[in-house]
């Protein structure tokens, strides 16, 4: 057996990368997280090719001083959360201190940031995965961080293999664009793709605004057919829209469920909402929804996987029952009046 030795930090990201960034869209939802954290107003996303051949994601939120940015971009950096009493309670998105890393072993990535309001000087890094050594040098650049990463899986073409048509890459990366600008109203977002403009949302304030980026981002037909809910028990708050039966789809592609403010995929959640709609809906028929759940964090944990899509509840069976009941109440109150809904 040949000897031990350790990977080199480019393959141990590599390896690591492989959990993270599947596709364009994997570096996109990291990316726009960032800026969430940095607590960005504003989020300019640029993509050329299906975000192949370029991702360049701007924001306004607080920058990084020069000698951070090296330390941005190694693995298990984070600025974050420092111990596991922070880990139990995580308010930010991120936590782990991969992602850069992750992407910066498999494309070609520049960081251009700058933490000062005051001047317009700031500095940049690149990352090509020459082992991960980076070189920071000043660069203009106002407030806030730009992300630049360029031919993703250039040195990983048995990855690169698995990406699919451009529009298809595309249409996973608009998507994220759009979980996103659900998650937080307080933040306008731009999307352009090739040069053209695909979304402009201005940060939406009153509940009017929200009411019409939902619009925007779910299409009016789902507002014109969905009631809003909201019911709070102990220290579970749940809010949103959801579609009446009426709306019912033949796919679950209008599901969107967000704990926290992070958008995830859980099997106890899904079966709640499925149940509230059991009465109302057809066999095969799937419910459009758009639905926020908050609770003290330390009652759910985030770290199960590392894309965080799926998370663990402390008490599963109350938040079933919670999500459950404020549902099928919600859709008991419009049942009776609502033209065309069918109770089988
Ligand atoms: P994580 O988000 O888990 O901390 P990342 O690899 O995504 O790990 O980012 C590493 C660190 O780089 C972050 O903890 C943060 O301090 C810094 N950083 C990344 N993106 C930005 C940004 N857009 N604005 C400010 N700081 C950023
Ligand atoms: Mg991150």
């Not at 996303?45 to 924001?59: A, F, P, Q, S, T």
């Not at 699919?164 to 999307?191: I, M, Y």
């Not at 459009?288 to 009652?299: G, K, M, R, T």
Request: net charge neutral.
């Amino acid at each position: 057996m040949a000897r031990i030795h350790c990977l080199s930090p480019r393959l141990a990201n590599q390896i690591a990368a492989g959990e993270v960034v599947e596709r364009p869209a994997s570096v996109v939802k990291e990316v726009l997280e960032n800026a969430v954290d940095a607590g960005a107003t504003r989020i300019d996303v640029d993509v050329e090719e299906g975000g192949v051949k370029l991702i360049r994601i701007r924001d306004n939120g607080q920058g990084m001083e020069p000698e951070d940015l090296p330390l941005a971009l190694a693995r298990h950096a984070t600025s974050k959360i420092s111990s596991l009493e922070d880990l139990e309670r995580v308010g930010s998105l991120g936590f782990r201190g991969e992602a850069l890393a992750s992407i910066g072993s498999v494309s070609r990535l520049t960081l251009t940031s700058n933490h000062r309001d005051d001047s317009s000087e700031g500095s940049s890094a690149l990352c090509e995965g020459r082992d991960m050594e980076v070189t920071v040098k000043p660069a203009p650049h106002p407030r806030g961080t730009t992300v630049e990463v360029r031919d993703l899986f250039f040195n990983t073409p048995a990855r690169r293999k698995f990406l699919r048509t451009e529009k298809t890459e595309f249409n996973h990366l608009e998507e994220v664009v759009k979980r996103l600008a659900l998650s937080r109203f307080d933040v306008g977002f731009s999307l352009r793709h090739n040069g053209r403009g695909i979304h402009s949302l201005r940060a939406a304030d009153s509940t009017a605004e929200r009411q019409r980026r939902v619009a925007t981002v779910c299409g009016p037909a789902f507002m014109e057919q969905a009631v809003y809910v909201e019911h709070e028990r102990g220290a579970l708050r749940l809010w949103g829209w959801v579609g009446l039966p009426t709306f019912s789809r033949s796919q679950a592609d209008l599901q969107y469920f967000f704990v926290n403010g992070r958008v995830i995929r859980d099997k106890l959640v899904a079966h709640a909402v499925k149940q509230a709609y059991r009465d109302v809906l057809y066999h095969g028929r799937h419910p459009a929804f758009v639905l926020y759940l908050e609770l003290d964090p330390a009652l759910v944990d985030v770290n199960v996987h590392p894309t965080k899509h799926e998370v663990r509840f402390r008490d599963g069976r109350e938040v079933h029952n919670f999500i459950f009941s404020s549902l099928h109440k919600a859709l008991a109150d419009v049942r009776p009046g609502q033209p065309g809904v069918e109770v089988p």
